[in-house]
């Protein structure tokens, strides 16, 4: 009978300190909720993602501020090569090993970074890779 007692204690025990546990767990929560601000300003902030290592490699190394030229000549670019871009990928063609679709919106303002860190990757394609996207495209000197 004693050990069914301290077994009913322990079990008590347990469940008071369960319920401390728990209901300390969730004034903890109700306080980080209050201490988040939220701003006013909301910023987008867009990037460009390649997953390959050696075009990030290659851009590191041709991203020299004596190359830049305007965001208006990137956004020109960018429109031509990205229209040309999504239309070899609609088509199905074996010379043609890119899949993904630019999801670029030439009335939305990406920023200088973004348009230029894109327009270079056209150019890593057109040049490093020898894959011809657009014909008359420009001339770049590369490092």
């Given at each position: 009978m004693?050990?069914?007692t301290n077994i009913f204690l322990w079990a008590i025990t347990g469940s008071f300190l369960l319920i401390y546990a728990?209901?300390?767990?969730k004034n903890s929560a109700k306080s980080e909720k209050s201490s988040i601000e939220v701003s006013a300003e909301d910023s987008v902030e867009y990037d460009v993602e390649?997953?390959?290592?050696k075009f990030d490699m290659w851009y590191e190394r041709q991203?020299?501020?004596a190359a830049y030229r305007t965001q208006t000549y990137y956004e020109?670019?960018?429109?031509q090569y990205v229209s040309a871009w999504n239309a070899k990928c609609a088509t199905a063609?074996?010379?043609?090993t890119?899949?993904?679709v630019v999801g670029y919106n030439p009335t939305e303002d990406y920023g200088f970074e973004m348009n230029h860190?894109?327009?270079y990757y056209f150019m890593y394609v057109e040049n490093v890779l020898k894959v011809k996207i657009i014909p008359g495209g420009p001339k770049l000197t590369f490092y």
């Open positions: 004693k050990k069914l728990c209901s300390g767990t390649t997953f390959n290592a991203n020299t501020s020109n670019w960018n429109r063609s074996s010379s043609w890119f899949e993904p860190k894109l327009f």
